[in-house]
């Protein structure tokens, strides 16, 4: 069993002196622990975001070996600690777009189990650390959600742009839900006024008291326009729990990005519905926290699952996403063997 795969670049192997050669194999891994994976490409290099202290950073050149970079922030943003009192610097799922030649970095701060979060966007003109340019700039917070205020979650962002260039932000949840909220041409800040939509729900009773975030495990929402459709994909159940993690995909579609979004069998989402693209398995038991981009042609769904042959860390899978005959995409089931075979 191999744990890991190497890439050298700008000499050959037989040209690397033996210790440049361990420091090059050390650099670069397929065997990535990660949660909440966004992608994004600047020129020739992938770059990869997700959850952690200060937010995990990694690049590639060919979507499969990866160099952990250093983290975005190196302290939090002062905000923070004002939303979530001992905030410690671990970001949540944040979410990488390009726009007119700026790259938007949104993330969440959170107190896990309660509605106490708030969703942060910060700007860079590049993700070339090498570069003069290389500078992340905080603007602060976006949306907050506050308990007994609020009966969803503001986490788990996602920017999606509708085809007629307006920006939205999509996020959430467990509690009432996902939620879509339009911002403002600088994307910085929601439009006044404040334009929200429902995206999709799980069955929750009126009567659960609204500090309790369950039953209605929906988190996770991503937005992605493929044809005559936006397509909503988002996590069910249980992420976070190493081997006993539940964690699905369930996608559904709208012609507008509004909604309302159905699955395959014409339910709506934000009525329940949602048809499962890809669930875990006894090697992977749970996969989910999933973004969608176009590489070269080619769609690729990206996500996290659960290895279960390594007691359970969570790891980056890179899958190619096709479609079927009526507009569906759709996912070979997830190898059984372990992320190292």
């Avoid at 938007?104 to 107190?111: D, H, P």
């Avoid at 600088?186 to 039953?215: C, F, G, Y």
């Avoid at 014409?266 to 590489?295: C, Q």
Wanted: proline share 6%; glycine share 8%.
């Amino acid at each position: 069993m191999r744990r890991r795969s190497f890439i050298l670049r700008g000499a050959s192997a037989l040209a690397l002196a033996p210790g440049a050669l361990a420091a090059a194999e050390r650099e670069y891994s397929t065997d990535v622990r990660i949660h909440d994976p966004v992608m994004i490409r600047e020129r020739d290099t992938y770059y990869l975001f997700g959850t952690g202290r200060g937010i995990a950073a990694f690049s590639s050149r060919d979507l499969r070996s990866w160099k952990k970079e250093p983290p975005v922030f190196d302290q939090p943003p002062a905000w923070t600690a004002q939303v979530v009192p001992d905030f410690r610097g671990r970001f949540w799922a944040p979410d990488i777009a390009l726009h007119d030649g700026i790259y938007y970095l949104y993330y969440c701060v959170s107190t896990g189990g309660k509605i106490t979060s708030a969703i942060g966007v910060a700007t860079n003109k590049t993700l070339d650390r090498r570069s003069a340019d290389y500078r992340w700039v905080d603007h602060g917070m976006v949306v907050q959600s506050i308990p007994y205020r609020d009966l969803w979650n503001a986490i788990d962002p996602q920017l999606v742009v509708a085809a007629d260039g307006t920006p939205w932000l999509a996020f959430g949840s467990f509690w009432a839900g996902l939620r879509l909220a339009r911002l403002a041409p600088d994307r910085l800040r929601l439009a006044e006024p404040q334009q929200w939509r429902a995206l999709a729900k799980r069955e929750r009773s009126v009567l659960i008291d609204d500090a309790e975030p369950e039953p209605a495990s929906i988190e996770a929402p991503f937005i992605f326009r493929k044809g005559d459709y936006y397509y909503l994909f988002v996590s069910w159940d249980h992420c976070c729990r190493g081997v006993n993690s539940d964690y699905k995909v369930a996608v559904g579609r709208a012609r507008d990005i509004t909604g309302p979004y159905v699955d395959a069998d014409d339910e709506r989402m934000d009525k329940g519905g949602g048809t499962v693209l890809i669930a875990g398995n006894a090697s992977w038991p749970g996969i989910g926290h999933n973004s969608v981009y176009t590489f070269e042609g080619r769609d690729w769904f990206v996500a996290h699952a659960y290895d279960a042959a390594d007691r359970g860390w969570s790891k980056l899978k890179v899958l190619e996403l096709t479609w079927n005959a009526d507009g569906w995409p759709t996912l070979a089931p997830i190898p059984t063997l372990s992320s190292g075979d």
